[in-house]
């Protein structure tokens, strides 16, 4: 009778074997994520727009065949004035819609596209934890959405400055600043755009872990954002419009003056932080309770 075969240690489970030198810590760099957000056609084709905007809008005024301004004056009657005032158009041309879209799609895109692709559940697996997946993720978001917003103003102080060179900014009001001073307060009211829309950037990542489609992801923050905007428009609600996520969110004009008042700025942050706070708290939660197998 042959001698029974030795049978020795059965396989080990993968999810009960340690991992030599595994830290979670260490897993997806935030440099490896923006390489890879960076080599996309959606991140390229909107840096494209955004730096392509202050151009068009140039070509748009040298076609343009108005006679001298009458009455009282109009961002747009003073927007080819200088490189300033032509930048301060361009922020309060696109602020309303274009770069709540960038915002929204940025980060409306994180999680939902990796859920839409089959790969969540892959990066998950590798392990990487959720919550820090979802971090990494927000921090590579806000990246790229503050570059391209601060990009817009500096490509029209650039393209301002050589169509209409480099003179002092002019407000509606009559009150004028010098072009250093007026370059400065135009970047620091793209910062206050920024922080503004932070509430969209809440907003996008937790429709992005709740659908596996990013085009509903950002649509979502950006409807949000239109309806908003309409709502505040409605002047029988009256101080009910102070809640609404877009109430402030012209508040930077105030830097347009020599004396700026910071109060609606202010209120305009933390409103702004607030709404931004609860929608991240939200997707953090609803994140890590999502069954991504399905």
Known sequence: MPAARRRGPGPVSAATTPTTGYR?????????????????RRTQVAFALVALLPVILWAAFQLSSDGPPTGSLNLVDLAKGSATNF?????????????VVVVALFFGDTVAAEAS????RYLLAAPI??????????????????????LLP????????????????????????????????VLLGALYIAVNLSWVAGLAILLSVSTDAPLGAVGGAVMASIVSQILDQITALDNLRNYLPT?????????LSQQVDWGDMTRGVFSAITYAAVFGALAAWRFSRKDITS
């Open 117 to 120: 692709w089959s790969s969540l």
């Open 24 to 40: 979670p810590e260490r897993t997806l760099p935030v440099r490896v994520e923006l390489v890879r957000q960076l080599k996309r």
């Open 154 to 185: 500096v490509v029209a102080l650039i393209v301002g400055s050589l169509a209409y060179g480099t003179g002092d900014l002019v407000s509606p009001t009559g009150e004028s600043l010098g072009f250093a001073t007026a370059a400065g307060r």
């Open 87 to 99: 930048s301060v158009f361009a922020l309060f041309a696109s602020a309303g819609f274009l770069l």
């Open 247 to 255: 109430h402030y969110g012209t508040a930077w004009s105030a830097l």
């Open 129 to 150: 934890p959720r919550a820090r997946l979802l971090r990494q993720k927000a921090v590579v978001a806000a990246l790229l959405s503050l570059a391209a917003l601060l």
